[in-house]
């Protein structure tokens, strides 16, 4: 039996780094996704296979064995297997499964492809197994995956996966669903410069054991970003969430975690009409985001585009995992 999952992307609205310190942010799913199909075997390995990586390997036991460059694949792959086989775990039945995977979200921009990934794989291999795992064991298991990633994700790229939706998020108090009256039109902006989260969010670690009284009170403020952020939403006060999210993104840059092209971007924006601009994820490349008025969506997309910047455009919130069987 064949059965498949999906999971979605996000993009972080306000509070990136600051969530890694227990700061409120405020995410949102696009509906960009990655898709997982498991099949149980016979025998105790894990196969994984990813089409868009082009890496493929089976893990039995600790050992991993690749038709391609071995310590690549090993080191891309893992994630997933450590997903999968923690869920295996949780029947006591000794099973293999094949993983395929296949995914719309580009990896390693910021946009969650890794987390998405991830949760697909826990809900798709969960299904399989014949349990009904729930979807705050889903989140956990692929949280354990997620530390292979970076060593300390805050949690809220799989929150959002698994759930979807827009929501506050805070690191080891869960989350709040935020309901909006208007769809959000977001505009992606990918300068398509890979980077690694796990470095930048060091970079911001080592900034403020060098500088605690300075970069405390910015992941301080930050943090009231996201909670006056929620509010506007509720409000459905897309000015003011503008506004949140270009001051959002000056204090990101203050934290050293900009580029160049991001900052280059986010004023493209700005100049054509959007309502606010800020880098999304993890920064130092990657995307940034573009909130603007329906009317001026495509405008804002052809600047970003004119200017190098791949645009993506996200019409409101994506739902969180789902599973099926064919
Ligand atoms: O996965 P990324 O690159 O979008 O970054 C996630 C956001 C961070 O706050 C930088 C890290 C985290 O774990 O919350």
Known sequence: MKVYASAPGKVILCGEHAVVFSEPAIVMAINRRAFVCAELRNDNTIHISSKDLNLSGDFTGRRFKSEADESEAAVRLRPIWVAARKTLELSNKNLGVNVFIHSEIPPSIGLGSSAAVAVATVAA??????????REEICSVAHEAEKIVHGQPS????????????????RNEGFVRLKTHVNLSVVIGNTKIERSTG?????????????????????????????????????????????????????????GVSHEKLDQLVAVARRAGAL???????????????LTTPGKTKLVAAALSRAGGDPLIIRGSAGGVRTWVA
Not at 127 to 132: E, F
Not at 201 to 228: C, F
Not at 276 to 290: D, N, Q, V, Y
């Open 155 to 170: 949690g809220i790229d799989t929150s959002i996966s698994t759930y979807g939706g827009v929501i506050a998020f805070r």
């Open 125 to 134: 291999v969960g299904r399989a197994i014949g349990l009904r795992v729930s």
């Open 199 to 255: 470095d930048l969010v060091r970079h911001v670690y080592q900034l403020r054991e060098l500088y605690p009284n300075v970069i405390n009170p910015l992941i301080h403020a930050i943090g009231h970003i996201s909670v006056m952020a929620a509010e506007a939403l509720r409000r459905d006060n897309l000015s003011q969430l503008g506004d949140l999210m270009n001051i959002n993104h000056g204090l990101l840059v203050a934290l």
């Open 276 to 290: 606010g601009a800020k880098l999304t994820g993890a920064g130092g490349g990657g995307c940034m985001i573009a």
